[in-house]
């Protein structure tokens, strides 16, 4: 059985479109239905326990850091934003604001946000703990001759977040390398097309299907 870990980015869940519409696609092919599963869980918005996803979730892949990671509009300045804004939430008001603005839109098993100063505060060592890992990754991955690029990123030219900063382009090539990533012509919320075009046949080489 091979498996997918798919994990969801701010305010998704369980039952967040993309791992359906994985699940549904290699469910209804013939030569996966029994061999590929997809894996998604919700889990707390704070820091320290976003960091011990994997270890929580069942699956047969032990050593993380060298797994292939596949990144749909990833926010390397999402963290970095959260905690440089940690002070506001002392400020009345402004962290049920954005507990609003912020909640899931849509109902179902989705990840409930409460921007609190104890919690906000820590996403900046959350940032440096996830980028010192992915560097030990990909050093392991070098040392251990991997062909594969560990790391790799799907980015939408039309992601209204990189105004912002909160994604990226530079940031990730400066990080991964030019040869890291692909770009789509849609949102920061990957249409189904271009899953099925560009994400799907990723997977697919990656798990030799």
């Avoid at 820091?47 to 994997?54: E, F, S, W, Y």
Wanted: aromatic letters at 12%; glycine letters at 8%.
């Amino acid at each position: 059985m091979k498996t997918i870990l798919y994990v969801h980015g701010l305010g998704g869940g369980s039952d967040s479109r993309i791992p359906g519409i994985l699940a549904e696609h290699y469910a209804a092919r013939k030569d996966t239905s029994d061999s590929v599963r997809v894996i998604c869980r919700t889990y707390d918005f704070g820091a320290a326990q976003a960091l011990r996803i994997p270890y929580r979730i069942p699956c047969a892949v032990q050593e993380w850091k060298t797994v292939p990671h596949l990144f749909v509009s990833p926010s390397l300045g999402g963290p970095l934003w959260l905690g440089r804004m940690a002070f506001l939430a002392l400020i009345p008001g402004i962290r049920p604001l954005f507990n609003y603005i912020y909640k899931p839109k849509h109902p179902g098993d989705r990840q409930v946000s409460d921007f609190k100063y104890s919690t906000l505060k820590k996403y900046r060592a959350h940032n440096r703990i996830a980028l010192e890992t992915a560097e030990q990754g990909l050093q392991e991955a070098k040392a251990q001759g991997q062909s594969i690029q560990p790391y790799f990123a799907f980015f939408g030219t039309k992601d209204h977040y990189r105004k912002s900063g909160v994604v990226s382009i530079r940031r990730w090539e400066k990080l991964f390398g030019k040869e890291s990533y692909a770009l789509y012509e849609g949102t920061h919320f990957m249409e189904e097309e271009y899953i099925g075009s560009m994400l799907i046949p990723r997977i697919d080489a990656l798990l030799h299907l």
